[in-house]
């Protein structure tokens, strides 16, 4: 009976140590993409990041640790798709084993938009929006068709998984600071979802994994009882960014599932 105990202690041991091996052993992760999937809005960042804000809350930094990944965290704030095309792809090579990526929410200028759109009254923000999604509809589909291209051409092997933006509103005013009506809310909402059918449809034709967190991010929007989402902030660059929740539970189950 010793021996039969003994004997499956070893087998045990042996088990625990090759699920670590396994775990260790799940390949090269390359997070690329701007401040939301470098973590601006959790309030945290590498000292070494600077202007890039690179969180340890980030959802890429999270799911390497659940998957024992090799993490290059190249998501930098601020970061338009050509300059994650110009500046973030030097990781990828043959031996790369996932890609996510974020990008196309500064192309459209959403940063500036809301700005206009939080300004008090009469100040509006249609020309603002209007123009955001002009750029959506016609410029934006080509620049990631050349991203993704050349995330395919420099790492071919890679499971690539495009991560994309939630709404930020529910249509309640709950800031004095920054009035953004119903209306505009709901302009800004619908600029959202036309980004997320062009990166979907982007990412679609290019064989990649498209992550949508619009779902999971309802009932968690500014002025919800539960916010993912800061709304306006001190300092004002963590405002509109998903906080510790948005990067933890929101996105981070969503792209674990993808890779």
């Given amino acids: 009976m010793r021996r039969l105990s003994l004997l499956s202690l070893l087998i045990v041991a042996l088990s625990l140590v090759g699920v670590h091996t396994a775990q260790a052993a799940a390949g090269a992760y390359s997070a690329l993409g701007d401040s ?11 000292s070494d990041s600077g202007s890039c804000q690179r969180s340890p809350y980030a959802y890429p930094v999270l799911v390497a640790q659940q998957k024992g990944a090799a993490l290059t965290f190249a998501a930098c704030s601020g970061a338009r798709i050509a300059d994650v095309q110009n500046n973030q792809l030097g990781s990828l090579n043959a031996s790369t084993a996932y890609v996510t990526v974020s ?25 603002e929006i209007n123009n955001a999604n002009n750029t959506i509809r016609n410029a934006i589909p080509g620049r990631l068709d050349s991203l993704y291209n050349a995330i395919r051409s420099r790492a071919p092997n890679a499971r690539v998984t495009v991560v994309g933006y939630p709404r930020l509103f529910n249509g309640e005013e709950c800031n004095a600071l920054a009035r ?19 990166i ?11 992550v ?32 510790r929740n948005g990067q ?5 189950p969503l792209v674990a599932a993808r890779i």
């Fill in 180 to 198: 953004i009506s119903p209306g505009e809310q709901s302009e800004l909402n619908k600029s959202a979802d036309l980004l997320a059918g062009v």
């Fill in 200 to 210: 979907s449809a982007r990412a679609a034709a290019h064989g990649f994994a498209f």
């Fill in 212 to 243: 949508d967190p619009r779902s999971a991010f309802t009932n968690h929007a500014v002025c919800d009882d539960t916010e993912w989402i800061n709304g306006l902030s001190n300092p004002i660059s963590e405002s509109y960014h998903p906080n």
């Fill in 103 to 127: 990008a196309g929410g500064n192309d459209a200028g959403f940063s500036s938009v809301i700005t206009q759109c939080a300004k008090p009254w009469p100040y509006t923000c249609t020309t």
């Fill in 248 to 252: 933890s539970t929101g996105y981070t």
């Fill in 36 to 46: 939301y999937s470098s973590g601006v809005g959790t309030r945290s960042y590498y």
